[in-house]
Each structure stands twice: as C-alpha cells, then as structure tokens.
C-alpha cells in the first residue's frame, strides 16, 4: 500500500493544478493524497505560502517540493 500524503495547496493555484493533474493517475492506483488548502491556516500560509504545491508523506514528514513529475513522485514514494 502506498503511504498517505497530504498535497499543500490552494484555490486559484495554476501550479497545485498541475501537480494534481501528475498525482491523479497514481490516486486512481491506490496512492492516498489528501489536499490541503494553505489559505485554512495562517501557519500552513506561513510555511507554504511561497512554496505550493507541497507534495508531504504522512508516514516520514518527508515533503517533495515542487516541480515535480510522475518519475519524481514514484521515486520520492518508494
């Protein structure tokens, strides 16, 4: 089973949208990825504001930063 991840993101954002566009194929094979509005939070604005998308393994903390593609997502999963 893949581990569960969180996708920091936000509404509006062109780049979240590719960066789900690249998850969806692995969502429909099984990966777990939550998505995380950064605008819900000050702290995770705080964090992420600069940065989304933020693809974050629940299992490690590890977080994936963007860009990133399909190869790098498997990789970063495995």
């Known amino acids: ?12 954002c062109h780049l979240c949208e590719l960066a789900e ?3 969806m194929p692995l969502v429909e094979h099984g990966l ?3 998505l995380v509005d950064i605008a819900d ?3 995770l604005f ?6 989304i998308p ?6 490690t903390g590890q ?3 963007w860009p990133f593609d399909t190869e ?4 970063f999963l495995g």
């Open 41 to 43: 939070s000050d702290a």
């Open 46 to 51: 705080e964090t992420y504001g600069l940065l």
């Open 32 to 34: 777990m990825v939550e």
């Open 63 to 65: 977080e994936l930063g």
């Open 21 to 23: 566009a690249i998850l």
């Open 54 to 59: 933020v693809l974050r393994r629940i299992d």
């Open 1 to 12: 089973m893949p581990p569960e991840c969180q996708l920091f993101g936000t509404l509006g």
């Open 72 to 75: 790098q997502v498997v990789s």
